[in-house]
């Protein structure tokens, strides 16, 4: 059974920074691609940035602009996103997902920039 678990998030003023783990078992992590999407307010799910297998080719989406970084250590089963440079509308709830479209995703770690 896939399960996610996601930490980290929190309240934080805006320019801030928090970073975001996963943490991952039940299926074989270093084998997949995997992904964090966010969920905003009362919106639908957002990707946000993926990582193959590897670790060494990553995309994100346009709305990043070179503020976040996701990373992976497959050695602890674990995948991160570093956030910097966080604005208000970067509050949202987010999620580590085997898919692009969040269909196999954890709970959630929010993360609220406010001042």
């Known amino acids: 059974e896939v399960q996610l678990v996601e930490s980290g998030g929190g309240l934080v003023q805006p320019g801030g920074s928090l970073r975001l783990s996963c943490a991952a078992s039940?299926?074989?992590?270093?084998?997949?691609?995997m992904n964090w999407v966010r969920q905003a307010p009362g919106q639908g799910l957002e990707w946000v940035s993926d990582?193959?297998?590897?670790?060494?080719?990553?995309a994100a989406a346009n709305f990043v602009k070179g503020r976040f970084t996701i990373s992976r250590d497959n050695t602890k089963n674990m995948l991160y996103l570093q956030l910097t440079g966080l604005e208000p509308e970067d509050t949202a709830m987010y999620y580590c997902?085997?898919?692009?479209?969040?269909?196999?995703r954890g709970q959630g770690t929010q993360v609220t920039v406010s001042s």
């Open positions: 997902a085997l898919d692009r479209l969040g269909t196999s």
């Open positions: 039940g299926f074989k992590f270093s084998a997949y691609e």
């Open positions: 990582i193959n297998s590897r670790g060494d080719i990553m």
